[in-house]
């Protein structure tokens, strides 16, 4: 792929799906410029402005975020997309009471999924591998616990 057209993906997904490109974004490439915020989109930046749920749906990630506002301080919006600031509750929860050590920054990377692959452990069906792998069981065991977490709505 060539680089404008890297830099121009990679704006567009940080700027947000929603997003509507201006009509001058899709010209030629002599007429587009790469924006300079695109080389810090492709070095890594992106996983944490996306949204992350883990196989759960909407219904079942709103019933995440309201025991996240009940039990470990999480004041966004309810709107059942598990973001950066669901995932920074998390973390703080996790650090807390599951051993997770790394940063506060809203990226569900391999430290966090590990720390909640032993919450899930603990109380919530999983059975597998503390690996840090959001894998089949991780997501079982997380709509498991979305769904226990129903009564906090």
Same mark, same amino acid.
Request: hydrophobic share 40%; aromatic share 10%.
């Given at each position: 792929? =060539?680089? $404008?057209? =890297? ?55 709103? *019933?995440?975020?309201? $025991? ?5 301080? *999480? ?24 051993? *997770? ?19 899930? =452990? ?32």
């Amino acid at each position: 792929m =060539k680089k $404008w057209m =890297k830099a121009l993906v990679a704006t567009a997904v940080v700027v947000g799906s929603a997003s509507v490109l201006p009509a001058t974004a899709l010209a030629a490439p002599a007429v587009v410029a790469a924006p300079a915020s695109a080389q810090s989109a492709q070095s890594g930046d992106v996983g944490v402005l996306a949204v992350v749920n883990l196989g759960l749906s909407t219904t079942q990630a709103k *019933y995440v975020q309201c $025991w996240l506002a009940d039990y470990w301080n *999480y004041t966004d919006g309810i709107d059942g997309q598990l973001g950066t600031n669901s995932w920074k509750a998390f973390q703080r929860g996790l650090k807390a009471y599951w051993g *997770y050590t790394d940063s506060i920054d809203g990226d569900p990377g391999p430290n966090t999924i590990k720390a909640l692959q032993r919450l899930l =452990k603990a109380d919530y069906g999983y059975t597998g591998a503390i690996d840090g792998d959001p894998g089949s069981g991780t997501q079982a065991a997380f709509k498991r616990f979305a769904n226990t977490s129903s009564g906090h709505c």
